[in-house]
Every structure is written in structure tokens, then in C-alpha cells.
């Protein structure tokens, strides 16, 4: 029985198996064409355009990329952002290989770098102790018998006075694999910005040369190097025209109500365009939703939309931002209270640019097919693709062909013996009644 159960599992994941996306199983497909790779994969890019939100699922599991043969590639749909330099902090490695007290109230510490770490350009001296002031000498050697001095500085911390700490002395570039920390006190001059903060205060001045002559204790030194990558900033926006507009007041909420026909493009921003000026008037966004068989608007956004135009100030704020909307229309409801209507001239309306990123072979053609009600979501493995983003690979900009005109809009469906489902039972049956019949067949030859 086990076996046989075993088996029937089998023969159930064979069927799921046997089935598989074809174009024709979507709404629309449409050729995609660019740049033939040479020698190797490239990865290729389309931006989509507002025929393919308005025939997509939010989340796009209705989307596929064919090939040539008809077999589906793996695919990322992903909003595209601007690009900037981010500036970060990496710790270089090093051994302490010398830690003495010299005369004077001072400390020398020596560093090697780690062989393969790069050069630092500073370091941070980490101590437990506040309020101190101590002056911080750093010599650098690239081998350990020329030294030079790199910098000097004071390290300090006036908790006590003022929210004002600091332990990092920046280097210049260098070359040095080996270093020399000295941390002595700090000369009269450098002390009076203590002496006046104590001072101020109402403490003695002679509490300052109290806090510059208590020994210093010195936990470690890290050093460190700035490192420049580039990293995602903001998301491109650009404007989705609505494919309608409509302007209603309605007298008895005192509201003014603005319905848009979005055709499912990924929204992110309204702006207003209007004449009226002088008012501060609430604004809630609505997107369409079914309650309990009725469509109803589901509050999505509040914002406060307001322009003032008086002698010395001017204010302009007709902006309503919000997380990104795919839906088929957006109702923008202004309160008006008993002040008279805003006019409003126009509604512009903006969210972020989707690419289709694939692998494309050299001479490979592809198509793009989507649009479809019941179609899961595909489960692809995107290593290669993500791992091309994460590194900055440049990839070749395709062209999705034009939608075609005055198409019918039906909603497509698979046929009933072709569904996953239906296949995958049907098979399972047929499976079953094969074995039936063999195991009977078997025991009527078994003497």
C-alpha cells in the first residue's frame, strides 16, 4: 500500500510537471528586440509600458519571456532607480605589536597592518573615560625603519560641558604598514576651548588642567579606510497619463471628488494643477475594493494640499504621495467644509519605471506574453540575474514591440482539460486504473 501510495505522489508531480505555460495561454505577446550578445549572456532590459500594467496582476505573475522555441525563461520584474555613491566605513586589521608609558604622562602604541589589509586613512583611539583632552601624534613607515609623521590632533570628550565627543584622527593617503600612536597631553594653548567651557559653567578654570592631567587609559586602536560603492537611491518616477478623468462636487459632504482612470500603472504621486489660490484643504486617496459583493473606496493616504500666496510669503504644496497603487482607478476626495471648491485645471500623475531583466543568448529571439486571471506566480532561479545587478553589470536596453490595435479585450482562459489541475487528475486517474489492471492481471497468472 505504501508503495502504491508513493507512486500515485509520483505520478502527481509528473502531471503538474507535464504542463507548462505556452503564449497562447496569455492575453497579449509581443516580440522584443535589441542589441545580439557576442560570445556569452548579457543581461537585457525592457521598460515596461502602460499596455502591459493594464493586462498585469499586481506582482506580475502573469508575466513570462518565451524564447524562440517557446520554452519560458526566468525573468525579474523590478523598478528602476537612481543610482548614487554611498560612502562607507570598513575596518582595516591590524596587530598591536608595542604598548609602552613614556615619560611625561604619555603613551606610545605601535601597529602592523594585517599583510593583506589595504592602507588606513584614519583611526579611532577607544577609551572608557569622558571628560578628557589629550593630543594624539600619528607616525607611519612603510617598512618599519623611516618613520614621517602623518598627523596630530586632539582627541576629547565634554560630556560633562556639551554633547561633544571625539576619539578619530583622519590620516592623509599613505602607504604605511606599520604605525606609531603617541596620546600626551595637550599644550595651554590647545586646553583654552576646555578652560572656557568649564568657566562657563561656573566652575573654576583650574578644573580644566585637572581633567587634562588625569591619566589616560587607552582600551585599543582600530584603524579604518573610507570605501566608495555605488547603491540604489530613489526610484525613477515618470508620469502615467490616466486614461480618464472626472471632477464632482458634492454639495452634501462638501467635497470635491476626482476619480481617475489608472489602468493599473503603478502610482505613486498625484500632482494638482490649479488656478485657485489662498486655501489648506484635506485630501484622501482612495483606491476601489469589493465589500461583500459591492465596490466600496478603501482609504489609502491623507495629506494636507495647500497653496498661499500673500504679500512676503508664498507656499505651494499640491503634491499627495502614498505606497505605490496598482489599481484600475484612484479617487482623490478633497474637503472643502464651507469654503467654496477648488478649481482644478489637471491631475498629473507619476510612479516609478519597471524593467523586465533577463539572460539573452547570442542570436537568441524572445517574446513577451502576459495577461491572464488565474496564472500562479512563477518560481525561478534569479541567481545569475540578481547577481548581475548586485555588481553593476551594465545591461543591453531592449524594445518591447507596440501593442496591438483595437484587440479584443477578453479575458483568457485555459481550456478545462488543459488546466494544471484538471491534467494533473485526470493523468493521476488514468494512472491508477492502468495499475488496477495490471495488478489484476498479475493475480490471475500467480498460481
Not at 60 to 89: H, K, M, N, Q, W
Not at 286 to 303: C, E, F, H, M
Request: glycine letters at 4%.
Amino acid at each position: 500500500m505504501k508503495t502504491l501510495i508513493r507512486l500515485c505522489a509520483c505520478l502527481c508531480f509528473a502531471a503538474a510537471a507535464a504542463y507548462a505555460a505556452a503564449p497562447g495561454d496569455f492575453f497579449a505577446v509581443r516580440a522584443l528586440s535589441g542589441p545580439a550578445p557576442a560570445g556569452e549572456p548579457r543581461l537585457a532590459d525592457a521598460r515596461l509600458d502602460d499596455a502591459v500594467f493594464a493586462d498585469t496582476r499586481p506582482g506580475f505573475p502573469d508575466l513570462r519571456v518565451f524564447d524562440a522555441a517557446g520554452r519560458e525563461l526566468a525573468r525579474l520584474v523590478d523598478p528602476l532607480y537612481t543610482v548614487v555613491e554611498r560612502v562607507s566605513r570598513a575596518t582595516v586589521l591590524a596587530q598591536t605589536v608595542d604598548l609602552r608609558e613614556l615619560v611625561g604622562n604619555r603613551i606610545e602604541a605601535r601597529f602592523d597592518l594585517a599583510p593583506d589589509a589595504p592602507f588606513a586613512d584614519g583611526l579611532d583611539v577607544r577609551t572608557p573615560l569622558d571628560d578628557f583632552l589629550r593630543t594624539v601624534r600619528v607616525s607611519g613607515s612603510e617598512d618599519g625603519r623611516f618613520w614621517k609623521t602623518l598627523a596630530e590632533a586632539d582627541i576629547y570628550d565634554y560630556s560633562r560641558y556639551i554633547d561633544f565627543r571625539r576619539t578619530e584622527i583622519a590620516l592623509p593617503a599613505n602607504a604605511c604598514r606599520h604605525f606609531s600612536v603617541e596620546i600626551s597631553n595637550a599644550s595651554e594653548e590647545r586646553i583654552q576651548p576646555l578652560v572656557q567651557l568649564v568657566q562657563a559653567n561656573g566652575q573654576d578654570q583650574s578644573r580644566a588642567f585637572e581633567i587634562v592631567q588625569t591619566p589616560f587609559r587607552m582600551s585599543g586602536v582600530t584603524f579604518f579606510r573610507h570605501v566608495a560603492a555605488q547603491a540604489d537611491d530613489e526610484p525613477v518616477l515618470r508620469e502615467w497619463p490616466p486614461a480618464a478623468m472626472s471632477v464632482s462636487f458634492r454639495s452634501s459632504s462638501k467635497t470635491t471628488e476626482i476619480v481617475l482612470d489608472t489602468r493599473r500603472a503603478p502610482i505613486t504621486r498625484l500632482d494638482l494643477e490649479t488656478p485657485t489660490r489662498n486655501f489648506n484643504r484635506i485630501a484622501t486617496l482612495q483606491i476601489p475594493a469589493l465589500s461583500k459583493g459591492r465596490k466600496v473606496w478603501r482609504t489609502v493616504a491623507d495629506a494636507i494640499v495647500t497653496r498661499i500666496d500673500v504679500a512676503g510669503f508664498t507656499t505651494n504644496r499640491l503634491s499627495v504621495a502614498f505606497p505605490e497603487q496598482r489599481a484600475e482607478q484612484l479617487r482623490l476626495v478633497i474637503q472643502n467644509a464651507d469654503a467654496p471648491p477648488i478649481e482644478i485645471a489637471a491631475v498629473r500623475v507619476y510612479g516609478p519605471v519597471y524593467r523586465l531583466l533577463w539572460l539573452a543568448e547570442p542570436g537568441g529571439a524572445y517574446r513577451l506574453a502576459y495577461g491572464h486571471d488565474t496564472v500562479a506566480a512563477p518560481a525561478y532561479d534569479l541567481l545569475s540575474i540578481r547577481t548581475a545587478l548586485d555588481r553593476r553589470i551594465a545591461a543591453d536596453l531592449w524594445q518591447i514591440a507596440p501593442p496591438e490595435v483595437n484587440r479584443a479585450r477578453e479575458k483568457i482562459t485555459v481550456p478545462f482539460f488543459s488546466r494544471p489541475v484538471v491534467f494533473g487528475t485526470l493523468f493521476t486517474v488514468a494512472a491508477l486504473a492502468l495499475l488496477g489492471l495490471l495488478a489484476v492481471a498479475v493475480h490471475k497468472t500467480t498460481p
